[in-house]
Nanobody
Framework: QVQLVESGGGLVQAGASLRLSCAAS????????MGWFRQAPGKEREFVAA????????DYADSMKGRFTISRDNAKNSVYLQMNSLKPEDTAVYYC???????????????WGQGTQVTVSS
């Protein structure tokens, strides 16, 4: 059974930075694609970033490009999301997820963490 545990969320002011972490267990993590998604109140879950097992393929949602950076450490079974220049519209619950084949589609990810709240005040 795969377990994903996110951490690093919190309350920050606009312009600040946060680094989210996601620790995985229960699978050979290094062979899986990892993704970050977010869901704001009243909105659908949306793609944030994804990174292939090798780290060679990375995608970001347009609104995150240049501000967010996804990375992974296969030795630590972890994936990270560095978020800079945060805006109030970045406020959401952030989830990490895992899938075998590379994709940015939320509905194709099989395992999900419980989420971590990020709140950005203006």
């Amino acid at each position: 059974q795969v377990q994903l545990v996110e951490s690093g969320g919190g309350l920050v002011q606009a312009g600040a930075s946060l680094r989210l972490s996601c620790a995985a267990s229960g699978r050979p993590f290094s062979t899986y694609t990892m993704g970050w998604f977010r869901q704001a109140p009243g909105k659908e879950r949306e793609f944030v970033a994804a990174i292939s097992w090798s780290g060679l393929t990375i995608d970001y949602a347009d609104s995150m490009k240049g501000r967010f950076t996804i990375s992974r450490d296969n030795a630590k079974n972890s994936v990270y999301l560095q978020m800079n220049s945060l805006k109030p519209e970045d406020t959401a619950v952030y989830y990490c997820a895992i899938v075998r084949a590379y994709t940015t589609r939320a509905d194709e990810y099989r395992y999900w963490g419980q989420g971590t709240q990020v709140t950005v005040s203006s």
